[in-house]
């Protein structure tokens, strides 16, 4: 032959076209509703282990951010003995800070991981640090009442200014005290209760209420702030006017503040402001769906209210459930999807979805799927490290779109790490008590174990594939 290398192209040309008609994908030869999506994130059923590592980073990481110690300012020495405790005695700084509203979230997203996974590290992690605050508060106490300058963590121990500084923290000593009876932590939940019920400022009708940004301002932040505290003081004590006080509180915040026709909470509502701006910011509705969660968890059974805020939770999981973006995450505006997908307004969400599935509140098959896109965008945002990314800053009030679209986010933001790991509790135990599957592609919810990994299956009380 004149030339071989041209036969021999030729010929590798002929093979190589063989080859892709050979792979020809069409509709006669591949089942193409099967082909896999290329998702952003993940998408399925998530692996218990899947989470429990998940949120084990997280707790290793505040751990390392947040120590048990007491240190003198000055000299940088810790402070063994409480009757050594004096001016210049501080709790040794960290990433975060041991007493503020946020690490209450934590401490209860913290004590929900030890139920769910029985790792004891969960609950030392609690115990040793709710310890140290309830033992030093006294000798903090003594030097505050004689008009000594203290660390500004332990004045808010001893002398609550705020929902903030009282409510959240004292829920979770509450529940840790409940379930741990040699903790010393009587005497601070009695100072948190005690600034709760008798000392934050409130409106004529008695709903909690700010002096800011505006006189007479309702934040929906501080239904979860002060509400929960109130109902867990029900179960801790038995008595009967907590829970009436806070069954009252949740619906003279939804009285003023849920919107019928979004089925979303608007942020801020101001007495003499008319119309009422509504920012249906993405945390404080989470602020709002944790309380009723909270509440709903102790309120008795036939308390005449209980019907109601279960009734106002589904109408808010409908609401909420509606504008999930489709990677899983929630937008910092809840209605405006052009503004950022927050991490911290998601995992409460997700722990809230979850835990009323679990509950029996809300329907697993109609729900379900949105908590587990939900856990997949949680995870996809906590770093190697166990840092909680794309958390919105704290955040005030605004009456424009404006001010909530451009908040900063951050890896130091306190509010994420509490809710991460609230969410991965309560998936654990979704995980085991419910019976999610894929089917046709789709994540679906069943009433019991099914025992196929077909891709499709049909079902009617029994499976058929």
Not at 200 to 217: I, M, V
Not at 262 to 288: I, Q, T
Not at 289 to 314: G, Q, W
């Amino acid at each position: 032959m004149k030339h071989p290398r041209l036969f021999g192209t030729i010929v590798m040309l002929m093979a190589f076209t063989a080859g892709l008609r050979a792979q020809h994908i069409n509709d006669s030869n591949t089942p193409l509703h099967l082909m896999k999506p290329d998702y952003k994130l993940e998408y399925g059923v998530p692996t218990v282990m899947n989470v429990e590592q998940t949120i084990k980073r997280v707790l290793n990481y505040i751990t390392e951010e947040t120590p048990a110690v007491l240190i003198d300012s000055k000299t940088g020495r810790e402070v063994r003995q409480k009757k050594d405790i004096n001016e210049d005695t501080q709790l040794k700084q960290g990433g975060f800070r041991l007493t503020s509203y946020e690490w209450g979230v934590t401490y209860s997203g913290v004590l929900a991981a030890y139920e769910a996974t029985g790792d004891k590290s969960y609950k030392d992690y609690v115990d040793s640090r709710m310890r140290l605050l309830a033992e030093a508060a006294p000798a903090f106490k003594a030097l505050y009442q004689k008009g000594k300058k203290i660390d500004g963590n332990m004045r808010r121990v001893v002398d609550p200014h705020a929902l903030d500084d009282a409510g959240a923290v004292c829920a979770s000593m509450i529940k840790a005290r409940v379930s741990e009876n040699a903790l010393p932590l009587d005497g601070v939940i009695g100072n948190y209760i005690d600034y709760i019920m008798n000392k934050e400022y409130r409106l004529a009708d008695g709903t909690f209420a700010r002096l800011r940004p505006h006189k007479n301002t309702v934040w929906l932040d501080d239904m979860f702030m002060g509400i929960p505290a109130i109902a867990y003081m029900g179960k801790y004590t038995g008595e009967q006017r907590y829970f009436d006080e806070a069954a009252k509180q949740v619906l003279q915040f939804a009285d003023r503040m849920f919107v019928p026709e979004k089925k979303l909470f608007r942020h801020g509502w101001v007495e003499d402001m008319n119309p009422h701006p509504a920012f249906h910011w993405g945390r404080a509705n989470g602020w709002a769906i944790l309380t009723m969660c909270e509440v709903l968890d102790v309120l008795p059974a036939d308390h005449p209210r209980r019907t109601d805020i279960m009734n106002l939770l589904r109408a808010h999981v409908s609401g909420m459930a509606a504008l999930q973006h489709h990677d899983g995450f929630w937008h910092q505006l809840l209605d405006r999807p052009e503004t950022y997908l927050e991490t911290s307004a998601t995992a409460i969400y997700t722990y809230c979805f979850a835990h009323a599935i679990n509950k029996g509140w809300i329907d697993a098959k109609a729900y379900g799927p949105v908590v587990l896109q939900g856990w997949h965008a949680i995870d996809s945002a906590v770093n190697e490290r166990g840092q909680v990314e794309n958390v919105c800053v704290g955040t005030g009030m605004g009456f424009e779109a404006g001010f909530y679209a451009y908040r900063p986010v951050h890896v130091m933001a306190a509010h994420g790490y509490g809710p991460v790991i609230w969410a991965g509790a309560e998936m654990i135990h979704l995980l085991k008590r419910q019976h999610p599957k894929l089917n046709d592609s789709a994540v679906m919810f069943y009433d019991e174990e099914v025992p196929t990994d077909k891709p499709i299956f049909n079902y009617d009380g029994s499976i058929r594939f």
